[in-house]
């Protein structure tokens, strides 16, 4: 309706992404930077329904499995014995979920729940990032200190401040 009411953007895709809306973001203010984006009510039940099959088809496979969220989850699959071998499934699982819902997943692998999160932001959207334990220092180092969990905009602009803006800089750090 003209980006009038009182609503909140609940979720945005990567076109909307590039005109700077984002999640949480109030309607009206997404509509002034994206007045052309389509705005669609949210379908609860829907999503609901979608995540389910989702993460049943995530589940199957894991030793150890974690929901986080809606779209989320954590698989702990250590039993494969190798990242190859989690790269190979993260690979039958993205196919399986674009295949059966159609929908499009980034998954990250890697040898802890953070750097398995910092993976799959790393190449969004329908990514798959491997990060092995020898290179976790050289994929961890480029990337902005607000990449860290925990680091919100206020803590980013704190650090940023005192001339620490990579992971990198952050780590030489007294």
């Not at 895709?13 to 389509?38: D, E, W």
């Not at 190859?84 to 039958?92: F, K, T, V, Y």
């Not at 959207?125 to 220092?137: D, F, K, L």
């Not at 940023?160 to 800089?169: D, F, L, M, N, S």
């Amino acid at each position: 309706k003209g980006g009038t009411g009182r609503g909140i953007v609940a979720t945005c895709n990567y076109a909307a992404r590039r005109f700077g809306v984002r999640s949480a973001m109030p309607i009206s203010t997404a509509f002034k930077r994206c007045p052309r984006g389509v705005f669609l009510r949210p379908d609860f039940s829907r999503y609901s329904e979608a995540s389910r099959r989702v993460m049943a088809l995530l589940a199957a496979p894991a030793d150890v499995f974690e929901q986080a969220g809606i779209d989320e989850a954590y698989l702990d699959v250590s039993s494969r014995g190798t990242f190859e071998s989690a790269r190979d499934l993260a690979r039958e699982l993205q196919a399986r979920v674009r295949e059966e819902e159609r929908l499009s997943l980034s998954l990250g692998v890697g040898p802890n729940k953070l750097l398995a999160k910092l993976a799959s932001d790393h190449k969004k959207p329908g990514g798959i990032t491997v990060v092995i334990p020898a290179r976790v220092q050289e994929f961890l180092d480029p990337k902005d200190v607000g990449a860290l969990r925990g680091v919100g905009e206020v803590t980013r602009e704190a650090l940023v401040e005192r001339g620490w803006e990579t992971v990198a800089q952050l780590r030489s750090a007294s």
